[in-house]
């Protein structure tokens, strides 16, 4: 599971750079930590594992920004 989160960080990480045009401090400045309080979030990990069942097709977004939104994980300030 390690890999394949290392590889979900990258696309995440890519996403802001060429999909918002943000730099690569901004991204370590802004995101990095709080990515990482994120993916070990206690409500989290089990999202995350989902991904590597074997019928799974998605993870359940809505579970995330609603685990994000009552921890309140991803904003700054």
Not at 12 to 38: H, T, W
Not at 55 to 65: A, E, H, Y
Request: proline share 3%; aromatic share 10%.
């Amino acid at each position: 599971m390690g890999e394949a989160l290392q590889q979900f960080l990258k696309i995440v990480e890519d996403e802001l750079e060429f999909g918002c045009y943000l730099s690569g401090a901004e991204i370590r400045d802004n995101y990095q930590l709080p990515m990482g309080k994120f993916i070990r979030h206690q409500e989290v990990k089990p999202l995350l594992g989902t991904a590597f069942a074997k019928d799974c097709r998605r993870i359940d977004s809505k579970q995330f920004w609603r685990v994000q939104g009552s921890a309140r994980i991803l904003r700054s300030g």
